[in-house]
């Protein structure tokens, strides 16, 4: 059941079957539009969907699908059940045609695959082809729908003697000419013309009698007259008699032609129907790309799962519209949270959102896909109901009121499980407290009987109930209150604001009327909505960090495949250098040995000292090993560069390089002269030069500083020498770096400063510090509620840069500063 009866024309169905009337190539398919209807079978939405969505494929991936001459042929073909009668010419030209298109969409569909267009080939199915009706029609009919001359004998005879007679007349006529022109009665220039169908020449009044024949016309001056020459109005009376003889012939070859056909025109009548579905199923494909429309995944219960669902008249009209977007709608109902309870501002979209519902839930079970993103499901509704603008009426004594307690009451009597209302600005058009008493009612008995919808309100009490009762969820429709403007996104879960207050000082209401509003309305009011408010904007900022989080762990996993990559690289690498100079290494050693053989051959043949063959023979030995040395060198290095490779890839898994582990004795060993030590504070490497009273003097590079025992930290020799040599091959600073090291503070006091601001100065504080490399940090935020200090905290928890972060000392501000240490 749909209520009420204009419910399409309420929720924009009406514009839908125009633009798919418009795609249709027939008055077939347009009629078949005019008659689509609401269905709640599962099997035949399935199979309507399914046809459409094979029709997209088809417009978007094949060459070519018959798409001419689909032509309404039933009226003539009806025309010739009755014995005796016979079609027109053009009649059978236009059958001639559609059986063709009918023949061609035949033998496209089954030329593919039965897995293709499974579907289309069912509709296919359906339709017969007789090639006898397509033959006889082409015998008598030429392909520009002219009666052949070999339709029959006769006819042929006939055509020739009219074509005979013709020539015979038209040299007559010339020879006549051709003498008045002679004798002056004509001008030289004066040419044969045709008047009712014959032959005739222009005359001059006052010479009509010097040519004999008949006048069929004159001009419209009266100085002229078209005279047929008496000799060729025999000739001409021939060719009429001929023409009707000819006449006769062709419906006696029409007649025997619907004779023939007779006994296939029920099938004939099927055909041509066969044509309009495939028109229809054609035009609902076209708007279905043009939408970028899916086939949603049917359940047979109700429900709705749907992901960037789009209005299409929305993206119709915002596509006319350069630099415009349709906000994409994300809903869900389903059996825990059957009915979406949606608040927000006006001209937020709740509304839009509502509409968008009830038109694409309508359409789909009308078998037509719908523009949501695939894997989208959508159920099966037996009702949809609709409650939305002003149903007033002075002829039957309705006020707006009226009009919805009237769609009210139908609602609550017929609602069922497998129902689904749209109501928008429930409650509205009566005194607010009675109105929103009665809305509450209502929407207690809806949820009762296990009714799904989509309702918008402004009722507070609304808002509560929803919240309390199961089966019903609050949504709100996001609202920038820094913009002041709506941002059209529907968020489910929480209530949203109205926005009054705010809209109203935008426009420039003044502000003492605004103080006495908020007086009037009292404080739980304005607090309510302010809690709102604030919940939302706290939503959208944790939601902006899961975002950036997910875009880091995305840019993590995709810098851990590459280094899987060129570590598994590296290891086949490994292995050919390895191979390879194992390789040159065998060759270098039997050259080496072949040369050493040859220096004691030589040795030997010159009779050499025992102890010249011995140093001979250990300064070749020493050039040996020099050899082997060189061999392996590249493997070891070729190792070494591995390991390099390998821990680089662990360390960026564990995301943070361990720190070095010194032995437990020396870290527990007291600070003494001579020590290498860094300082905490500046990160800055050094030598104890002496100790005195807990304070140490420190040598760095060309200064010497003091600095607090408990601020140092001990570091190995060769850490420190590597620290010198890095000052020392250090490229000058940056002025602007050094700049803002002079200039900066490790202190920050935000204090009075709303939420976001404050971020976003505490947001540019750590950034300087890392830049200009301060460890230690203290922000001033005060204690109050304690909803800073919260705020700050949570971001500085999602900060890798921040190692810790804790109060101050109770003597210096305790919980009302926070004291950050830095990781670096």
């Known amino acids: 059941m749909i209520y009420p009866e204009n419910f399409e024309t309420k929720i924009g169905f009406d514009r839908i079957r125009q633009l798919v009337s418009e795609n249709c190539l027939s008055d077939m398919g347009r009629e078949k539009v005019d008659r689509i209807t609401f269905s709640n079978d599962h099997e035949l939405i399935g199979f309507n969907l399914a046809a459409v969505w094979e029709f997209q494929n088809i417009l978007r991936f094949e060459d070519y699908f018959p798409s001419e001459h689909y032509y309404n042929i039933s009226l003539s073909l009806n025309k010739i059940r009755i014995q005796g009668s016979f079609p027109e010419v053009?009649?059978?030209?236009?059958?001639?045609?559609?059986?063709?298109?009918v023949k061609e969409v035949i033998s496209f569909f089954r030329k593919?695959?039965?897995?293709?267009?499974p579907s289309l080939k069912s509709v296919c199915s359906r339709a017969k082809f007789y090639p006898f009706v397509l033959e006889a029609a082409d015998r008598i009919v030429d392909k520009e729908g002219r009666i052949r001359d070999n339709a029959s004998p006769r006819l042929r005879e006939i055509r020739d003697d009219i074509v005979k007679k013709g020539i015979l007349?038209?040299?007559?006529?010339?020879?006549?000419?051709?003498?008045?022109?002679?004798?002056?009665?004509?001008?030289?220039?004066t040419a044969a013309s045709v008047r009712n169908g014959r032959g005739v020449i222009p005359v001059n009044t006052f010479d009509?009698?010097?040519?004999?024949?008949?006048i069929h016309d004159q001009s419209a001056s009266g100085k002229t007259v078209f005279i047929e020459p008496a000799e060729i109005v025999e000739i001409n009376n021939e060719i009429v008699e001929l023409g009707y003889e000819e006449r006769r012939e062709i419906v006696r070859i029409l007649t025997a032609f619907a004779d023939d056909i007779r006994p296939y025109i029920d099938d004939l009548i099927q055909a041509n129907d066969f044509l309009g579905e495939i028109d229809l199923i054609r035009a609902k494909a076209l708007l279905g790309n043009h939408l970028g429309s899916v086939k949603p995944i049917i359940s047979p219960g109700p429900g709705i799962s749907w992901r960037n669902a789009v209005h299409p008249l929305l993206f119709i009209a915002f596509g006319k519209i350069r630099g415009r977007k349709v906000v994409p709608l994300n809903i869900v109902l389903e059996s825990k949270n059957r009915i979406v309870l949606i608040s927000g501002p006006n001209a937020g979209g709740k509304s839009v959102c509502l509409k968008t519902v009830g038109l694409l839930q309508y359409m789909m079970q009308c078998g037509f896909t719908i523009p949501v993103d695939e894997g989208s499901e959508s159920g099966i509704f037996s009702d949809i109901f609709i409650?939305?603008?002003d149903e007033q009426s002075i002829d039957n004594d309705l006020s707006t009121y009226s009009s919805h307690l009237i769609s009210m009451k139908h609602f609550v009597k017929h609602a069922s499980g497998t129902t689904l209302v749209l109501i928008d600005e429930f409650g509205t058009g009566t005194e607010p407290m009675l109105g929103g008493s009665i809305a509450e009612a209502i929407l207690g008995e809806l949820n009762s009987a296990g009714t799904y919808g989509v309702i918008t309100t402004h009722y507070t009490n609304l808002k509560h109930y929803a919240s309390l009762t199961e089966g019903i969820v609050n949504a709100a429709m996001l609202f920038d209150h820094h913009l002041m403007q709506p941002l059209f996104q529907l968020s489910i879960g929480k209530p949203g604001s109205s926005f009054a207050f705010e809209i109203a000082r935008k426009i420039g209401l003044p502000e003492e009327i605004l103080k006495k509003a908020s007086e009037k309305a009292g404080v739980k009011n304005i607090d309510f909505d302010r809690n709102l408010k604030d919940i939302a904007r706290d939503k959208r900022y944790w939601e902006n960090k899961r975002q950036n989080i997910r875009q880091h762990e995305k840019r993590l996993t995709e810098l851990m495949d590459q280094y899987e990559k060129e570590i598994s690289g590296a290891k086949e690498l490994r292995k050919?250098?390895?191979?390879?100079?194992?390789?040159?290494?065998?060759?270098?050693?039997?050259?080496?040995?072949r040369m050493i053989e040859n220096t004691i051959r030589q040795i030997r043949e010159t009779q050499a000292e025992k102890e010249k063959t011995?140093?001979?023979?250990?300064?070749?030995?020493?050039?040996?090993?020099?050899?082997?040395?060189?061999?392996?060198?590249?493997?070891?290095?070729?190792?070494?560069?591995m390991e390099r490779l390998a821990g680089k890839a662990r360390k960026f898994r564990e995301r943070k390089e361990e720190p070095v582990q010194n032995d437990a004795a020396t870290i527990n060993m007291p600070l003494k002269k001579g020590d290498a030590v860094r300082m905490t504070d500046t990160m800055a490497s050094g030598e104890i030069i002496k100790i005195e009273d807990g304070m140490a003097r420190i040598e760095t590079g060309s200064l010497k500083i003091l600095v607090p025992v408990s601020k140092l930290e001990r570091i190995s020799r060769a850490e420190y020498r590597k620290t010198l040599r890095a000052e020392r091959s250090v490229i000058p600073a940056d002025p602007l770096i050094q700049k803002r090291k002079l200039d900066f503070k490790p202190e920050i006091d935000i204090r009075g400063v709303r939420g976001e601001e404050a971020l976003?100065?505490?947001?540019?504080?750590?950034?300087?510090a890392t830049m200009v490399q301060h460890r230690n940090l203290r922000i001033l935020h005060g204690k109050g509620n304690g909803i800073l200090r919260q705020l700050v905290r949570e971001y500085l928890s999602t900060m890798n840069v921040v190692r810790s972060y804790r109060d101050e000392h109770i003597e210096m501000g305790g919980s009302g500063i926070t004291v950050v240490e830095m990781d670096f």
């Open 576 to 593: 050919e250098i390895i191979s390879k100079a194992k390789s040159e290494a065998g060759t270098l050693l039997n050259e080496t040995n």
């Open 760 to 768: 976003a100065r505490v947001r540019d504080f750590i950034d300087t």
């Open 208 to 214: 009509k009698r010097k040519i004999r024949g008949l």
């Open 112 to 117: 593919k695959d039965e897995k293709d267009y």
């Open 614 to 641: 011995r140093e001979a023979r250990q300064k070749l030995d020493e050039f040996k090993e020099e050899i082997v040395k060189e061999a392996i060198q590249p493997m070891v290095a070729s190792e070494e560069r």
């Open 387 to 389: 409650d939305i603008g």
């Open 169 to 189: 007349a038209s040299r007559r006529m010339a020879s006549i000419l051709k003498q008045a022109q002679a004798d002056g009665i004509v001008d030289s220039d």
């Open 90 to 101: 053009f009649e059978v030209f236009d059958l001639k045609r559609s059986v063709t298109t």
